[in-house]
């Protein structure tokens, strides 16, 4: 599962889950080397009776230390901000871009506009070039480039080797300036997205996880809201043009370059491929804010299905909840630790229920979601179910031990590393985190945080953020062949949870 910690790693082609996963955030230490918490000395290393030569498992180490890059900022006349990361490692340019826009905004009655706008403005050529000219191009010089849209975020990125990147750079600056919008291609990628849809129910995960969206935050919710046959065959040409000139501005989006260039040089590159996109005033749609509201209950999509898709919980917390270290490692402990996990170990490792299982409490520009899946087979349903409510209980009267937190805080911070090793993954981490406007130090802190954290601070986040009186359990499968009713579980009756036939 990815939670709003996690940076998909999108732009290396952030349940961001690739993890997610790039952490970032602005750098205010100069590029200093950031050292580990503060380890104990340990002696050095006895030697071994019968060779003399140290023993292997008592050698130590010195503490790991990251060294962080400073990108240089820089804002175009046109309010475009973009950060450069120069490194000379290897041949290659990449860049990145995110604007402040998505599928929240999307008019309810045609749904999936931000999404297919993205799609087009990678596939539907540009004013100086047809769909398929750029795709020769591209290919020719072994050059990458993506456009897509999540809910808050539309994001771009362009890879070339060094001596290509700036042609790479000016199709991508065309995409983003002026894309074609082909009529033909338009109907190409309808055609594509109304069959993902019709197909959208054959799959017990996504039928789940889609439609716990709904029960949570509610089915017209723009957090929730699903596009539809109907919604993306109302959108035409101009709707796509609208979304484009409405969103796709400069003073409306934050870049970053990284690789091995120049910094003069790619200076005057960005000022001549930009010069000349206007920028203006952006005002999206207000967007209701997420309402806790939603009753607990139990809801059953009966399908004829040998295995069943489980989920459970309630709302989640705000991205800048001041527990979120706290939670960060009651994640861990919880279900996001994979097999060191508590859900992980009971559910499937000591008792067999499942195939697999996991999640966490998520958080979100708004209200993440506290979320756990579960996929078991039908003879097992009811139980897992009743193992998982209990394993949450328990997490939240007893909190966690104190090999469990100290476990997860070695583990979260000497992983961490991993998650912003490279300009890249640095870079799109960096971008991710101002995007959102975290603290300039988050990234700088999030280690030291990471072992600040207490087990009181963890039981006491799993007491207020945990609840497992109020859950949201939503069943994918065939009842006839569970363990037992599912009005065991004492929820009350199952109620049938009608999905949308598009």
């Not at 700036?166 to 919008?181: C, D, K, N, T, V």
């Not at 101009?238 to 970053?256: C, I, K, Q, T």
């Not at 994918?476 to 929820?491: I, N």
Request: hydrophobic content about 40%; overall charge neutral.
């Amino acid at each position: 599962m990815t939670t709003a910690w996690a940076r998909p790693a999108r732009r290396a082609m952030l349940w961001l889950p690739a993890l997610l996963a790039g952490l970032g955030g602005l750098v205010s230490d100069g590029g200093a080397a950031i050292p580990a918490p503060p380890q104990t000395p340990a002696a050095a290393p006895a030697p071994t009776p019968a060779t003399g030569t140290p023993d292997p498992r008592a050698l130590t180490y010195a503490p790991l230390s990251i060294s962080f890059p400073k990108p240089e900022r820089l804002f175009l006349p046109n309010g475009l901000l973009i950060y450069l990361f120069e490194d000379h490692e290897l041949p290659l340019i990449d860049a990145a871009i995110d604007f402040k826009t998505g599928a929240i905004f999307d008019p309810p009655d045609k749904a999936g506009l931000a999404s297919l706008a993205a799609t087009l403005m990678r596939t539907g050529g540009t004013e100086a070039s047809a769909p398929d000219e750029i795709d020769e191009s591209l290919e020719f010089m072994a050059a990458r480039i993506t456009l897509d849209a999540g809910n808050d975020m539309l994001s771009g990125s362009v890879s070339a080797v060094k001596e290509r990147f700036p042609e790479a750079l000016r199709i991508f600056a065309g995409m983003l300036r002026s894309p074609r919008f082909d009529p033909a291609r338009i109907e190409v990628e309808k055609a594509r997205d109304i069959e993902e849809i019709r197909r959208r129910w054959d799959d017990p995960g996504e039928i789940a996880g889609l439609n716990f969206r709904r029960l949570v935050y509610g089915s017209s919710n723009p957090w929730a809201r699903l596009s539809t046959t109907g919604s993306v065959g109302r959108i035409r040409r101009d709707d796509l043009v609208e979304f484009h000139r409405r969103y796709v501005r400069p003073n409306n989006a934050v870049m970053g370059i990284a690789g091995d260039f120049d910094g003069r040089r790619m200076k005057s590159l960005l000022e001549e491929t930009f010069k000349g996109w206007s920028n203006a005033k952006i005002t999206p749609p207000a967007v209701p804010k997420v309402k806790d509201d939603v009753p607990a209950g139990l809801h059953l999509i009966a399908r004829p299905l040998t295995q069943s898709r489980v989920e459970i919980g309630h709302l989640g917390v705000s991205r800048f909840d001041p527990d979120k270290f706290s939670i960060k490692i009651l994640n861990f402990i919880l279900g996001e630790g994979g097999f060191t996990s508590r859900l992980m170990k009971e559910v499937r490792s000591n008792r067999g229920l499942a195939y697999s299982v996991g999640g966490g409490i998520g958080l979100d520009s708004d209200r993440g979601l506290f979320e756990i899946a579960c996929s078991t087979k039908a003879g097992s349903t009811v139980e897992a179910i009743d193992l998982i409510r209990s394993i949450l209980k328990q997490v939240r009267d007893q909190g966690p031990t104190d090999q469990e937190v100290r476990e997860a805080k070695e583990a979260s911070i000497n992983s961490f590393v991993f998650s912003v090793d490279g300009a890249v993954r640095f870079m799109q981490a960096f971008l991710y985190y101002d995007f959102y406007a975290y603290p300039p130090d988050f990234l700088a802190t999030y280690r030291d945080n990471l072992a600040k954290v207490t087990r009181d601070q963890v039981a006491q986040v799993a007491r207020r953020r945990i609840n497992p009186d109020r859950l949201v359990v939503l069943v994918v499968g065939d009842d006839k062949a569970f363990d037992r009713p599912l009005q065991s579980l004492g929820l009350g009756e199952p109620r049938p949870f009608r999905m949308d036939s598009d």
